[in-house]
């Protein structure tokens, strides 16, 4: 199979991007772009250089709409969540490019339908209490151990890979240690399990009906950057993005600072490279 290198995988993720978009629009269901993704249209006016993937976010009830109704809109793209396969192994939901094909290096099993992807993440609500808030933080982030232990290779994380921050390289040792140790222990739990259960305990408050929201289905969510103001998603902005706009929320310089701080500043160009493992063919 032939190779698919990056420049051609972000073009081939940008079309995911504005078929996701323009599904979402005509149906009426918000989305908002997130991550990286939003920063890169905020200071590249499209992806960061070294970047590799695309990452967007909806309310957990858009999200359930996207999930229920995406599938047969367009024959080339499929999304995949564990909500309708019992073998998907990430707590997120991604469209595929069904044309190609995904090898991803942290598996011990590949996906069976993977290919160029665009991560959709739900947004829920939080409790009303901070040290509630706290408790549901600290139970998401161990399943999130339970479940990257159940799936996951021995590989060395580069999460922090283009970190600012000077102890960056220690963390990411500490993060590839505790990895090694999760999956040693944890490699024999049910990954299926583990994340319905994640996503089920983490859609159990609303995200209309609460004054502050985040993701709460990744382990990146286990810390105070990402507690947000619900109002923050109620007007969203166009944002130029290559040659396209795609939605984010307005006021970008909250949410931006609140993830990254000093987002404006660049990485050192030794940072500079992917945080994923993966590569991907066409069929």
């Known amino acids: 199979m032939t190779e698919i290198l990056m420049e051609e995988q972000k073009q081939l993720a940008l079309a995911i ?5 323009d599904f979402c629009d005509n149906q009426g269901l918000r989305y908002y772009l997130a991550y990286g993704t939003m920063l890169g249209a905020v200071r590249h006016k499209g992806f960061i250089p070294w970047d590799d ?3 967007i976010m909806m309310p957990r009830d858009d999200y359930n709409e996207f999930l229920a109704h995406y599938n047969g809109h367009n024959k080339i793209y499929r999304v995949c969540s564990i909500k309708d396969d019992d073998s998907y192994p990430y707590t997120m939901a991604k469209v595929f490019d069904q044309r190609t094909r995904l090898e991803d290096f942290t598996l011990w099993k590949q996906y069976q339908y993977g290919g160029v992807f665009v991560d959709i993440f739900p947004i829920d609500g939080l409790p009303s209490e901070v040290g509630d808030q706290n408790k549901l933080f600290s139970h998401q982030q161990f399943l999130n151990v339970l479940v990257h232990g159940s799936c996951m290779r021995y590989t060395f994380s580069n999460h922090y890979a283009d970190s600012m921050e000077s102890y960056a390289k ?17 490699h024999p739990l049910s990954t299926k399990k583990l994340i319905q259960k994640i996503n089920n305990d983490a859609s159990r408050y609303s995200f209309n009906n609460s ?3 985040s993701v ?8 105070k950057r990402e507690v947000l103001p619900r109002e923050l998603f109620d007007h969203p902005k166009l944002y130029q993005f290559e040659q396209y706009q795609f939605k984010g929320v307005a006021n970008y310089d ?3 600072t609140h993830l990254f701080h000093n987002y404006m500043e660049m990485p050192p160009v030794e940072r500079r490279f ?3 493992n993966f590569k991907v063919y066409w069929h």
């Open 17 to 21: 991007l504005k078929d996701i978009a």
């Open 53 to 55: 993937d695309i990452d």
């Open 170 to 186: 220690a963390k990411t040792l500490i993060r590839t240690a505790l990895k090694y140790a999760a999956i040693t222990l944890m």
């Open 211 to 213: 004054a502050n929201v």
């Open 216 to 223: 709460l289905i990744d382990c990146a969510a286990g810390n």
């Open 254 to 256: 909250f949410y931006l």
């Open 274 to 276: 992917p945080h994923h």
